[in-house]
């Protein structure tokens, strides 16, 4: 079975500090995409950043990187200069090339201390 | 270039009763998906249409479930004879097939089934 594992419920950071949620997905495809998504309380599912598995160069999205290892099969979001604005529950996703459905992590919530 | 919206954005209903909830997808956006999301979880794949076509469905959409997407624009989602079990997050994503698989969300149709 296609599985996402965020072994971190919940997170917690200080303002301008650097904070890095961590990411495991199990695939026997090779072709494929990972996402970051991020949802505020009571608020729409937003892209953070993405990644194309077959790009070995780790994406970054102004505060935002990740780091891929891909035969770890690790997917890792780096969140630099914690702004107030990044309290959310983060998800990581993958989706196979081609398709279809996203197969989501449960998700860590991620609080920013002023 | 408006979003991803969905109507109504709440919903209570009584058990048995049945509910229709409506998805707009960004104007050209000829993927849609509807994913359901249970507290504390992330979300779970439904099904997806590519055009008007309805391409693979979840063991999750029991025959209570049926969703449509007449002329690939809108789509709906109708639950028949709603159970307690169904309250959840009813998310609704599009995607243009050009943009290699990422997904835009809506912000939801939260359901309480009473």
């Known amino acids: 079975a296609q599985t996402v594992t965020q072994s971190q419920p919940e997170m917690s950071v200080q303002e301008a500090e650097t904070v890095t949620l961590s990411c495991t997905y199990d695939?026997?495809?090779?072709?494929?995409?990972l996402f970051w998504y991020k949802q505020p309380p009571s608020r729409q599912m937003i892209l953070v950043i993405r990644q194309e598995a077959y790009k070995q160069q780790n994406a970054t999205e102004n505060r935002f990187s990740v780091n891929f290892q891909k035969a770890a099969k690790s997917f890792s979001l780096k969140i630099s200069d914690s702004q107030l604005g990044d309290a959310a529950m983060y998800f990581c996703?993958?989706?196979?090339?081609?398709?279809?459905?996203?197969?989501f992590g449960k998700g860590t919530k991620l609080t920013v201390n002023p | 270039d408006t979003g991803v919206s969905q109507d109504p954005r709440h919903k209570i209903t009584k058990r048995g009763q049945n509910v229709t909830f409506r998805c707009d997808p960004i104007s050209e956006h000829n993927r849609l998906y509807w994913y359901r999301q249970t507290l504390g979880q992330g979300p779970e794949f439904l099904t997806y249409?590519?055009?008007?076509?309805?391409?693979?469905k979840s063991r999750l959409l029991s025959d209570r479930f049926s969703a449509e997407r007449p002329k690939g624009s809108f789509s709906t989602l109708e639950i028949q004879r709603t159970e307690q079990g169904d309250s959840a997050m009813y998310l609704c994503?599009?995607?243009?097939?050009?943009?290699?698989?990422?997904?835009?969300f809506g912000p939801g149709t939260r359901l309480l089934v009473l």
């Open positions: 996703a993958y989706t196979q090339g081609g398709s279809e459905k996203l197969v």
């Open positions: 695939t026997s495809e090779s072709d494929y995409y």
């Open positions: 249409f590519q055009n008007e076509a309805q391409l693979e």
């Open positions: 994503a599009s995607s243009l097939i050009e943009t290699l698989e990422t997904q835009y």
